[in-house]
């Protein structure tokens, strides 16, 4: 076995398969004098940086429990003009992570909110943030279970531990004395920690309903509030759009 060949071989047992793929290209640019060695070799690693960061962003999305992969690419902004479209593209450079803020969405069934919040996540995961989605039901499935299990404190750190978590759903149903403790508890725990995303169909106005308490509402939305980006978003649904227009 000539050299060249075992080469190949140590790059395929250290799993460089990039490199190998490009290496017989780039001899010739050696060889013709069209690349230096060093500008080779640079560029050959390079492929192979590049795959392990796709592979590492590819796995924080993955672990990030989205109920869909949307990005901001996908949501049609001319749907709802009532949305700044500068702010939320500025949400992509993740400052707010970084300045521990929050952002609410309010708006009625079918107006984006998810979809923006999911795009949101999709940037913070494939920057390495650790990021995790959860509707609200399910949320609290988890809170109780652990709650009954006595393993509470241990199920709340594991969401707390978040730099941002994303709650779907919030107010869709009115929720016991219990569900909205344990909110206001897992909020209390990452308030000026972390950064929190909440989607709602209800105004703050009426979260008393939501919470069943005016008092733990409005402990709840005195923590989100604090340092927050409120997204209202009034518009057609886009779930009905079609019908509607095929009506008309």
């Known amino acids: 076995m000539n050299n060249y060949n075992k080469l190949i071989n140590n790059l395929e047992i250290l799993g460089l398969n990039k490199f190998v793929e490009n290496l017989d290209h780039y001899i010739e640019y050696i060889n013709n004098g069209s690349k230096t060695i060093i500008d080779a070799l640079y560029e050959l690693t390079e492929f192979e940086c590049n795959i392990r960061i796709e592979r590492a962003m590819n796995a924080c999305v993955k672990v990030a429990n989205f109920p869909f992969l949307k990005t901001f690419d996908d949501f049609n902004f001319g749907f709802q003009p009532s949305i700044n479209k500068d702010q939320l593209l500025n949400f992509k450079y993740l400052k707010f992570i970084e300045n521990k803020e929050n952002i609410i969405f309010i708006g009625s069934p079918g107006v984006g909110k998810t979809h923006l919040a999911t795009s949101i996540g999709i940037e913070a995961a494939k920057a390495r943030f650790s990021t995790y989605f959860i509707s609200c039901s399910d949320l609290l499935l988890q809170l109780k279970r652990a709650h009954l299990e006595n393993r509470l404190d241990q199920r709340i750190k594991f969401f707390s531990k978040y730099k941002l978590l994303i709650i779907d759903e919030v107010g869709y149903l009115p929720l016991d004395i219990e569900s909205s403790n344990l909110i206001f508890q897992l909020i209390a725990k990452r308030y000026e920690k972390n950064s929190t995303i909440v989607t709602t169909n209800k105004p703050l106005s009426r979260w008393g309903e939501i919470f069943g308490d005016p008092v733990l509402a409005n402990a709840i939305l005195d ?26």
Do not use: A, F, P, Q
């Open 223 to 248: 923590r989100l509030l604090h340092h927050s980006n409120i997204i209202n978003i009034v518009g057609r649904s886009y779930r009905t759009k079609d019908i509607i227009d095929e009506e008309n």
